[in-house]
């Protein structure tokens, strides 16, 4: 899954819950990683203790999650004897894409990255700590769910279940050369003790459906714009994994492109009223954890060269964005018209107001964390955070409620880019 993804909780009835007995197959199997976790506010030069190496991301709505889901449906839905939507010769050829593995080699280290690492002192080394932890947990919350996905699935369609199994191999690639880029800051997550500590949340197959495309498609705008950025502005590459992201980011766009054929194989997800309503929420959903998460973050982007709204707003529409030397950056970056293809509805991002409202969430966002960070005792804390999250919730309702765009299409538009491999 994209790099620093998470979804706002949608409603209470998706509990976050210890999936012991789902998980259980893979908590017992040898993970490709066996490195211990550290917290990220270990001293650089000091060796992990014990007590640190088991210590936890720290939780908050905002934080990257683990997914577990309704295998049995899962199965339902792509039987080729139930569901006669399924294109076979569309997933062969996906299948295909993938099996040729094009970033079989890419992700080769250099001595450059740990003296790179050494370089970065003060208040930014903690920050890509933090960047590197927290987007090597989202990879490897994809590794889980996809492969649990391609085990069960191979009898019922060993060609999805066989895509899901290779999408896996790309996000443990993907997470094991994030942890190691946090052995560069002698540091490192234990991700076999993730896979049995975390709470997974429970979404129903549409939702991840939704949730995981609009994941992998971000995910793809936001590396393909800083790989850009930094081919543009050289000066502020200060650590080597950024030279990556060109290739890395078509491994999202695959992801994505696949989820959209899923998605075309379930035309009941797409074509009523409540796939409408469903598929404006999770575009909130995904937008506003995105902007509220790199807001509390503006010291990276600023690192790397970026101004952190404009970057957001580039990345959800084609919007002129500049890097710090004020430098403009034109080139094309469209999340929402993307998803427009397929989404039977989708938000008005190009309104002002979705903008105005986005940054009231912000300076709302930064009031909860004071209180939270504050000296007080829990109980006025949470008086304090009442009418902070009251407001809150009024603004995702009234971004939710703001008239939408209608779009959608189970084929795609002719005039839908092709993106070379």
Known sequence: MATEMALVKPIAKFNTINTTTTTSRLSSRRLPFAVRMSATTTPPTSKPTKKAQKQGIKESLLTPRFYTTDFDEMETLFNTEINKNLNEAEFEALLQEFKTDYNQTHFVRSKEFKEAADKIQGPL??????????????????????????????????????????????????????????????LALDLGFLTKARKYTFFKPKFIFYATYLSEKIGYWRYITIYRHLKSNPEFICYPIFKYFENWCQDENRHGDFFSALMKAQPQFLNDWKAKLWSRFFCLSVYVTMYLNDCQ??????????????????????????????????????????????FPAVLDVENPEFKRKLDRMVEINTKLIAVSESDDIPLVKNFKKIPLIAALASELLAAYLMKPVESGSVDFAEFEPQLTY
Request: aromatic fraction near 10%; hydrophobic fraction near 35%; charge should be neutral.
């Open 297 to 342: 973050r503006t010291d990276f982007y600023q690192g790397i060269g970026l101004d952190t709204k404009e970057f957001d707003m580039h990345v959800i529409i084609e919007e002129v964005m500049r890097s710090s030397c004020g430098n403009s950056l034109l080139q094309k970056c469209e999340t929402n018209r993307t998803t427009a293809r397929i």
């Open 125 to 186: 080394r903690q920050i890509f700590v933090e960047f590197l932890e927290r987007s090597c947990t989202a990879e490897f919350s994809g590794f889980l769910l996809y492969k649990e996905l391609g085990r069960r699935l191979k009898k019922t369609n060993p060609v999805v279940a066989e895509i899901f199994s290779l999408m896996s191999r790309d996000e443990a690639r993907h997470a094991g050369f994030l942890n190691k880029g946090l052995s560069d800051f002698n």
